[in-house]
């Protein structure tokens, strides 16, 4: 929970350092970037770094009372508010609000950390941009969303937003390779994550593997199907809901592979498929093949539209077998 321990987004910790450098923390922060890219470590560790009594330059000790009680979870004014199913609600601003009438109460600061505030529902994010007009004095509030159009303007704009970026895959595999996976796994787990090591981290990766190998196989052979197949295929994508846009990079890969393999053989990632990747990209125009890179496209930003995903996905394995 070291700032030196967070990986790939040096950017927003020399932003940090430097305002605690400078002593001057902003009262409200906005964190934003895809999920698993070390947005809520960050926060804790400025909290924890905040609260230190024994920092080390600006990084907290993780040694001290107050920093053993942020690693516990147990520090009472470290608060993390985060959804209650769906949404995050107004009861929920409500306690914060009644917490935050007291001064912190053994911590210079009072950190409060609002986890996916893009699910704040509108009375929610109203009554917290009702505390953003006006900062509770000692306290800073982080909020973490994927972008700032998830959220309304007018916190936006109280905000300091600091982005954090995608990590970038080679070093996703570095990490998932020191975990233990093999190489090929580590690769195409870190690709297909898209620089969130959270996400490649709590995957089981002997399981991914099976589902992989086995969408890769039928992606591969479903040109030489019959339609009938094709769309039983759609109908399986259709119905396992939770990994459907896993499933569609997955595919997405697939078809960068056919394209590479014209154009830059040593930068194929399912190299475990080569001799099919191979015999894939054989007679297939570069042009084509990117007609179908588009036509996966299509399908995820239709089924990101909440539009019918067995209609996008049937559409889409009409055009890759065209
Ligand atoms: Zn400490």
Same mark, same amino acid.
């Given at each position: 929970?070291?700032f030196?321990?967070?990986?790939?987004?040096?950017?927003?910790?020399?932003?940090?350092?430097?305002?605690?450098?400078?002593?001057?923390?902003p009262?409200?922060?906005?964190f934003t970037?895809?999920?698993?890219?070390?947005k809520?470590?960050?926060?804790?560790?400025l909290?924890?770094a905040?609260?230190?009594?024994?920092?080390?330059?600006?990084?907290?000790c993780?040694e001290?009372?107050?920093?053993?009680?942020?690693?516990?979870?147990?520090?009472?004014?470290m608060?993390?508010?985060?959804?209650?199913?769906?949404?995050?609600?107004?009861?929920?601003?409500?306690?914060?609000?009644?917490?935050?009438?007291?001064?912190?109460?053994e911590?210079k600061?009072?950190?409060?950390?609002?986890?996916?505030?893009?699910?704040m529902?509108l009375?929610?994010?109203n009554?917290?941009?009702?505390?953003? &007009?006006?900062?509770?004095?000692?306290?800073?509030?982080?909020?973490?969303?994927?972008?700032?159009?998830?959220?309304?303007p007018?916190?936006?704009?109280?905000?300091?937003?600091?982005a954090f970026?995608?990590i970038?895959?080679e070093?996703?595999?570095?990490?998932?390779?020191?975990?233990?996976l093999?190489?090929?796994?580590?690769?195409?787990?870190?690709?297909?994550?898209?620089?969130?090591?959270?996400?490649?981290?709590?995957v089981?990766? &002997?399981?991914?593997?099976?589902?992989?190998?086995?969408?890769? &196989?039928?992606?591969?052979?479903?040109?030489?199907?019959?339609?009938?197949?094709?769309?039983?295929?759609?109908?399986?994508?259709?119905?396992?809901?939770?990994?459907?846009?896993?499933?569609?990079?997955?595919?997405?890969?697939?078809?960068?592979?056919?394209?590479?393999?014209k154009?830059?053989?040593?930068?194929?990632?399912?190299?475990?498929?080569?001799?099919k990747?191979?015999?894939?990209s054989?007679?297939?125009?570069?042009?084509?093949l990117?007609?179908?890179?588009?036509?996966?496209?299509?399908?995820?930003?239709?089924?990101?539209?909440?539009?019918n995903?067995?209609?996008?996905? &049937?559409?889409?394995i009409?055009?890759?077998?065209?």
């Amino acid at each position: 929970m070291r700032f030196d321990s967070i990986i790939g987004q040096e950017r927003p910790i020399r932003l940090l350092t430097r305002m605690l450098k400078k002593g001057s923390i902003p009262h409200a922060l906005l964190f934003t970037g895809v999920d698993g890219i070390g947005k809520q470590t960050t926060a804790v560790a400025l909290g924890m770094a905040l609260n230190c009594l024994s920092p080390v330059g600006v990084s907290a000790c993780e040694e001290c009372p107050s920093c053993q009680k942020v690693i516990s979870g147990s520090h009472p004014d470290m608060i993390t508010v985060k959804p209650d199913g769906a949404f995050i609600k107004i009861n929920q601003v409500r306690a914060l609000s009644r917490q935050l009438r007291f001064a912190p109460l053994e911590g210079k600061w009072r950190i409060i950390i609002i986890n996916d505030a893009q699910a704040m529902n509108l009375e929610a994010s109203n009554a917290i941009l009702k505390m953003l &007009e006006e900062p509770p004095k000692g306290t800073v509030i982080i909020l973490t969303a994927p972008q700032t159009l998830d959220l309304l303007p007018t916190i936006v704009s109280r905000c300091q937003q600091i982005a954090f970026r995608p990590i970038p895959y080679e070093k996703v595999a570095e990490i998932l390779l020191e975990s233990g996976l093999d190489k090929q796994t580590a690769t195409t787990l870190a690709v297909s994550t898209k620089g969130s090591l959270g996400k490649a981290m709590s995957v089981d990766g &002997e399981k991914w593997t099976i589902w992989r190998t086995h969408l890769l &196989e039928q992606i591969a052979s479903l040109s030489i199907r019959s339609v009938q197949p094709l769309f039983a295929f759609a109908e399986t994508l259709a119905r396992d809901k939770d990994r459907l846009v896993d499933a569609l990079d997955m595919i997405m890969t697939w078809f960068r592979d056919l394209l590479m393999c014209k154009v830059s053989p040593g930068r194929i990632i399912n190299k475990d498929f080569i001799t099919k990747i191979e015999h894939a990209s054989q007679g297939r125009s570069i042009d084509d093949l990117l007609k179908k890179v588009v036509a996966v496209h299509a399908a995820q930003a239709a089924i990101l539209r909440n539009s019918n995903p067995r209609l996008a996905l &049937e559409v889409m394995i009409m055009r890759l077998c065209s």
